[in-house]
């Protein structure tokens, strides 16, 4: 089993995730949290520098998590709609090839309907907190929000729950219960 915590810079899903590994329903979950920060620190670029080489590495680990997840119960800090949605922008703009972009569309394709959840989480809006790492730029999380939003049509995504603003109480309840559905589903 494996659920993903998806969504821009921002917008709660480490903060969630982290107050998911104090809940008895998680106790036997791999958690993982998000690599770039990990990336930065080898050299990579991130965020809007993003390039072909980034891009290829988030991939690899993303496509990894989740095959970890065919014999593990695994949580994520992002995954292959993160990854499709930021090489969308990425190629779009011209900072990585069309056989990368191709790549990351196809393992996308060959692997979403593997997480049995996706999270989408909704940004907060306003002023985000300038932590050294995450971008600030208002404008460029509004455009890479809209791009998870066309991939989640697109493709009509139906394993995509989308959470709208909320307290990370709240967030946790949701992902809680959709966990307790799933349990109750395959106990019947």
């Known amino acids: 089993m494996i659920y993903a915590l998806s969504g821009v810079q921002g917008s709660g899903k480490t903060t969630t995730l982290n107050l998911l590994k104090q809940k008895s329903e998680f106790c036997d979950f791999v958690f993982y949290s998000e690599i770039l920060r990990d990336l930065q620190a080898r050299g990579f670029f991130i965020n809007e520098s993003g390039n072909n080489e980034t891009q290829l590495a988030v991939v690899i680990m993303h496509l990894s998590n989740l095959l970890e997840g065919a014999s ?20 779009q703009s011209g900072q990585i090839s069309k056989s990368v972009y191709n790549l990351v569309k196809n393992v996308f394709e060959s692997n979403i309907y593997k997480y049995d959840q996706i999270f989408l989480f909704e940004p907060h809006g306003g002023v985000l907190e300038d932590d050294g790492v995450r971008s600030t730029d208002l404008e460029w999380h509004d455009t890479i929000n809209g791009y998870f939003h066309s991939i989640v049509k ?3 995504l139906d394993n995509v729950t989308i959470l709208g603003e909320g307290t990370p109480a709240s967030r946790v309840d949701s992902i809680v219960r959709s966990y307790n559905e799933w349990l109750y589903s395959s106990e019947a």
């Open 72 to 91: 593990k119960k695994v949580m994520v800090d992002r995954g292959l709609l993160d990854v499709y949605a930021y090489t969308l922008y990425h190629h």
């Open 154 to 156: 697109e493709y009509e």
